[in-house]
């Protein structure tokens, strides 16, 4: 042991292990194994367990069963159970319990703290300082929802019983993230810890029964994925939430298609750390400890595409191979160490293969000059230098501590190589200009944008990803619309099969009839297109008489209208006001024309009151101009000198598939919240209506409305709805179809995990306007971008 003289004279850091005696006693009589948390009790360990291995140190530290189908269905119905009681407590009565788990948290936060980092190899600087601390803001906060939710999100209500799926890199964090806004907002749970982490959601539930929540109210289940897909496939789970990698998201994304079931993902990521040359660099480099050597670069928001402007690219990395030089890589109960353990030796042989992948397609790995312990799995931090956005490693989540780096000349550059990833989940952003670093933070895809800083959390500030960082969003407003329904969504009666099933024939250009008094086409780009593959369909009145021809469109029209959507790039650019005047003078012009819509309409049959409808339909129109420039987002109170602002972003490209009732109320029901908030979309007309379609069109042409802004198919509702919901370039995608067509387009939106929002085939009554028109509409026509701002010297 050297003595505090020579420490003077070396300057070189003392061992200072923090204790983990307390929490050793309470493994060590826990030794037989913990049981799953069903009911308010513990149940038998069993037999068939899984061990829990400390990766630092590679001891086994504790055993948890593997949760059977079996258990989860015990966990399920004690969920549903519960979920009457605890969803009629008041907002009040539930904030306590929320306020007592925060509170009994704090007074453990060393306990916890401790068990984490032995759990998961974290450093107990980080477990300390930041995720136990996070873990009690975030019940506090929620809390406060628990309060407040029937004065904040009046008409909504409980999803119901939530299965949560949790992975290893936060592990009570996440906990804390899931359970957090399902109680406040009245449900239900069955969460799944990881099996590589499931220590801390055990002490947790013994804090439950401490604090005398009800039973049932939260049920933990261990297991491995088996165990998780068995939660998400439960057919009494209302809504599933899972963090976790983007291909088993994929997964659940499919095995719960057309269930109905709500659905949020927070998925991987590949996050751009971009640096201008007009940052302060040296702030910078401390950025990227705090990016991608924070967590072991188990984050999924982690900064692993380092982007640096080429006037000062050298210079940055010779600062940041230099400060690699004093990270510290060892005991994560030492609180001396910068970066502990990755969470197994099967992550750690996942990094390294990634690492030989880099270096075998040309990168160089710098890599910081440590020497790691002997046991445990330990990854020595680095970066890449030579990467291309086409390596692997710029591709993959490498899911360590090594990012790579590449560089820039302009911030248009820049952009596009942020962008560069099938990825959206988070950036980072560095520059002294606010002017270039706000444009920048605005022009990146993704949900979360630090600017001068990393890795920021708070409970009121909301997180999730775009593309195929998944959807949905968790933490404030946002997280909490997450776990609220409204009853618009489960209302209605089946809808019936459309009228009329689209009989091919040639595409005439002209009425082959003499009752026939229309033939309408497509529109596509703002110019009417006669349907690629020549065909239209005779579509039938009210009589029972043909009444006009439709174009049939097929895979290519959709490709065309998606190509053309995704070039009118301007309309998301113009502000609100701009797109509110277009949308009152659509009215305008369809107010000009109300008796010809009512007429068309009534000789269609789809309209047992046609004036009625083409009336509302001017009054949404006027109701979504109205929001145009009102749906705003906000600045939220997260840490102190920090503005943290949440924008509504539109998607980009959406996609519409309209029913066959209230054929025009319902088509621009759905239309016009997209558009009044920045989108272009490609809309299906009713199948057995679509000559209003071609009506609407001719009032586009006449309304301002960008060419490529809102182009209309006609055809089979179906088909065209699955070549949508393949489609790379359309984010998102509405459907009012059958409860099988649903099915079909969750199944299908897998590809790209578009966001969806579907009717199940339930009839909506579209006049009125709880389930015709309202803030819902505009809230799943857009994203929440959060953009962290610091402040002050
Ligand atoms: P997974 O996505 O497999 O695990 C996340 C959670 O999902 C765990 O609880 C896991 O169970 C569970 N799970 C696995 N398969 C299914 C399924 N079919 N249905 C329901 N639940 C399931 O991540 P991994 O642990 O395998 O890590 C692999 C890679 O994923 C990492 O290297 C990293 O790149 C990425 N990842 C990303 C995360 C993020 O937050 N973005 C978090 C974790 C990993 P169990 O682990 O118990 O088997």
Redesign the pocket.
Known sequence: MPSIKDIMQTMEYGPAPESNSEVRAWLDQRAAGLGHFINGKFTAPGDDLIEVVNPATEEVMGRVPKGSTADVDAAVRAARAALPKWAALSGFERARYLYAIARHIQKRERFFAVLETMDNGKTIRETRDIDIPLVARHFYHHAGWAELVDDEFPDHMPVGVCGQ?????FPLLMLAWKVAPALAAGNTVVL?????TPMTACAFAELLMEIGLPAGVVNIVH???ET??A??GHADIDKVA????T??GR??RRQIAGSGKKLSL????KSPFIVLEDADLDGAVEGVVDAIWFNQGEV?CAGSRILVQEGVARRFFEKLAQRMKTLRVGDPLDKTMDIGAVVSKK?LS?IKALLETGKAEGATLNVAPVELPKRGAFCAPGFFTGTASSHTVSQV?I?GPVATTQTFRTLGEAVTLANDTRYGLAASVWSENVNRAIELAARVKAGVVWINGTNMFDAAAPFGGYRESGFGREGGRSGMLEYLALPADRKGKPRPAPALVPQVQPFTGKADLPEIDITAKLYIGGKQARPDGGQSYTVIGKSGQAIGQAGLANRKDVRNAVEAAGKATGWGGVTGHNRAQVLYYLAENLSQRRAEFAAALAASGASPKAEEEVELTIRRAFWYAAQADKFDGAVTATKSRHVTMTVNEPFGTMGIVAPDEAPLLSLLSLILPAIALGNRVVAVASQSHPLIAARLYQVLETSDIPGGVVNLLTGERDVLARTLAEHDDVAALWYCGSEEGAAMVEAASAGNLKSTWSDYGKLRDWRDPKQGQGREFLRRACQVKTIWLPYGE
């Open positions: 799926i949790i992975p290893w890199n799944k810890p990881a099996d590589l297991g491995d994925g998780g897909a939660i998400a899972f963090t976790g990698s291909d088993v997964v659940i927070e998925l991987g990521g999924c992550q996942r989540e899911f």
